[in-house]
């Protein structure tokens, strides 16, 4: 069967070639933290996705009813719930692909670096159990700060003795998303023809969008680009404040992460597909870990591009941007290893 995703845009020149794949391969997908904010608008996505069979929910409760409720659905999808940690490894056996969301989100005046105290043992207890349990899983790693929880799920996989660095991946995709939205908004282009690529890494200064590189290409200002790429950066923080404490993007982030693991799910089925995500990386000299554009194909990221032809404004803030991340980097390498 034909399948179109239902309520993804894919048109954008940094994704399908084609358009349209066969889903035709059963496909087994956990969302951890599944009850969440990000988790339950997410497993309502992919309820609706033609490229997924199975969709296992876990998260330490509330899974429940949150697989009884998407379960009435009429789509194909099987949908069940794992509860609490003696569920884990029921939840990802069989696994191609598992989504992790879990763990606490940002509260104004919070970095995302403040998060690593509570999110780095969350995602190495689960990425632990990953690796006991679908070792040849695709990994996307939501769980904030994205920038060391990468590198620590590596550390991880590496003492298990079954890392292979083309499958675990940081999303960064709601970087990318936004900039399309945000440059769209400003240029009056058709959003889903407008693709900016976003490399570096998933905080502040360490996102950065390649405006030069962005399609359809136009003409900015100094001031324009500046004011684009530090919205971009901080738009994390403006859904925060905007949520007052209820939290940081949960919706935008479903969409994003649903658009994410389709993509590498279109890659296990054969079809070239592209896309910006955070991994091991010899791109950026002394960044083991860097976003960059990769194709995703039936083995994970088989390829990773390097960084293109950059501005002035673009290499200094690729300069900018290297010891915060090399630190957060470093940070979740020696937490992992421990
Ligand atoms: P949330 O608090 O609404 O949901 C998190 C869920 O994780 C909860 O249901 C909680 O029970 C669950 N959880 C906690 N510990 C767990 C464990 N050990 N096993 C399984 N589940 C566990 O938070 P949210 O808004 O969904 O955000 C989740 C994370 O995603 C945060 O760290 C946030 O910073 C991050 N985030 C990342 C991006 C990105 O672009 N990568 C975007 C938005 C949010
Ligand atoms: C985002 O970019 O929205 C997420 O990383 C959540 C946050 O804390 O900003």
């Not at 509860?83 to 879990?102: K, N, R």
């Not at 709601?174 to 058709?190: C, H, P, Q, Y």
Request: hydrophobic residues 40%; contains cysteine.
């Amino acid at each position: 069967r034909s399948a179109k995703s239902l309520v993804l845009s894919r048109r954008s020149s940094s994704r399908s070639a084609s358009g349209t794949a066969m889903a035709s391969s059963m496909r087994k997908v956990a969302i951890l933290g599944a009850a969440g904010g990000i988790g339950q608008p997410l497993a309502l996505l992919l309820k609706m996705n033609p490229f997924v069979t199975n969709l296992a929910l876990y998260d330490i409760a509330n899974t429940p009813g949150v697989a009884a409720d998407l379960s009435h659905i009429n789509t194909s999808i099987q949908v069940a719930g794992y509860a609490g940690d003696d569920q884990l490894g029921d939840a990802l056996a069989g696994c191609d692909l598992v989504i992790i969301p879990a763990g606490v989100p940002r509260k104004p005046g919070m970095t995302r670096d403040d998060l690593f105290e509570i999110n780095a043992g969350i995602v190495k207890t689960l990425v632990t159990a990953c690796g006991e349990h679908c070792p040849n899983a695709v990994i996307n790693i939501i769980s904030n700060p994205v920038n060391s929880t990468v590198p620590i799920a590596a550390e991880v996989l590496k003492a298990k003795g079954v890392y292979d660095p083309k499958k675990v991946f940081g999303v960064t995709t709601l970087d990318i998303v936004r900039s399309n939205t945000f440059l769209a908004e400003l240029k009056g282009f058709d959003v889903v023809e407008t693709d900016v690529p976003v490399i570096g890494g998933h905080a502040g200064i360490t996102i950065l969008p390649l405006l030069s590189q962005a399609t359809p290409m136009a003409d900015y200002t100094a001031e324009e680009i500046e004011a684009l790429t530090t919205r971009i950066q901080n738009a994390g923080t403006e859904v925060v404040e905007a949520k007052d404490g209820a939290g940081s993007a949960t919706l935008s982030m479903a969409y994003a992460a649903a658009r994410f693991a389709e993509s590498c799910l279109r890659g296990m089925n054969g079809e070239p597909v592209f896309e910006c995500a955070y991994v091991e990386s010899s791109v950026v000299e002394g960044l083991d870990y860097f976003a960059s554009k990769v194709k995703l194909g039936p083995r994970g990221a088989e390829e990773v591009f390097p960084v293109g032809d950059l501005t002035p404004f673009e290499e200094e803030c690729l300069e900018k941007l290297k010891p915060e991340l090399k630190s957060s980097i470093e940070k979740g390498i020696a937490f992992g290893q421990k």
